[in-house]
T-cell receptor, first 115, second 113 residues
Framework: ETGVTQTPRHLVMGMTNKKSLKCEQHLGHNAMYWYKQSAKKPLELMFVYNFKEQTENNSVPSRFSPECPNSSHLFLHLHTLQPEDSALYLC??????????????FGPGTRLTVL | KNQVEQSPQSLIILEGKNCTLQCNYTVSPFSNLRWYKQDTGRGPVSLTIMTFSENTKSNGRYTATLDADTKQSSLHITASQLSDSASYICVVSGTSGTYKYIFGTGTRLKVLA
């Protein structure tokens, strides 16, 4: 349960604000992921990092900017968001993104509300 | 188009009863299928993962089946408990060059005392 932590758990921001979401994994994994979960929609993969290198950018708007300083930490920088960006943002990690049977371990998520 | 469809969207059962959740997919070529449990306000937790050659896998009271020919999977929950109340998400991975998970929208299960 505490293998992947996310902060903050809840965030309310205006459209002109700049904020950052933080994710930390304590599992010794090499791959980290950002997902967006909107109500009644499937999880959407946003970004994948493997060994600190971005390997996937799933056509995400530039108002979302990821940063992966090391294999244990992942950030999602937010600026000039829109109300439709309100969602649960989930971070996950796995041993190696190339492992097709790799299990992803998810954090508890950050509930983001954009006013 | 790669898709994962789950049914029913929601389900209410009494504690102690069994239930079965369905997942149909069109992802091709297929690599593996996973079932996750997501409690309200929490991230998903992996229950099972099955590759092409596996047709059943159990994790306690959870048993997943896979029919790769018909592209169907089911998750059977035996002797349900109140703590089983959650969303259950089916996720399919393909073997194409791009690493992607295709997620279903989930089945929301409510177990009543």
């Amino acid at each position: 349960e505490t293998g992947v932590t996310q902060t903050p758990r809840h965030l309310v921001m205006g459209m002109t604000n700049k904020k950052s979401l933080k994710c930390e994994q304590h599992l010794g994994h090499n791959a980290m992921y950002w997902y967006k979960q909107s109500a009644k929609k499937p999880l959407e993969l946003m970004f994948v990092y493997n060994f600190k290198e971005q390997t996937e950018n799933n056509s995400v708007p530039s108002r979302f900017s990821p940063e992966c300083p090391n294999s244990s930490h992942l950030f999602l920088h937010l600026h000039t968001l829109q109300p439709e960006d309100s969602a649960l943002y989930l971070c996950a990690s796995s041993q190696d993104w190339r492992g097709r049977t790799d299990t992803q371990y998810f954090g508890p998520g950050t509930r983001l509300t954009v006013l | 188009k790669n898709q994962v469809e789950q049914s029913p969207q929601s389900l209410i059962i009494l504690e102690g009863k069994n239930c079965t959740l369905q997942c149909n997919y069109t992802v091709s070529p297929f690599s593996n299928l996973r079932w996750y449990k997501q409690d309200t306000g929490r991230g998903p937790v992996s229950l099972t993962i099955m590759t092409f050659s596996e047709n059943t896998k159990s994790n306690g009271r959870y048993t997943a089946t896979l029919d790769a020919d018909t592209k169907q999977s089911s998750l059977h929950i035996t002797a349900s408990q109140l703590s089983d109340s959650a969303s259950y998400i089916c996720v399919v991975s393909g073997t194409s060059g791009t690493y992607k998970y295709i997620f279903g929208t989930g089945t929301r299960l409510k177990v009543l005392a």
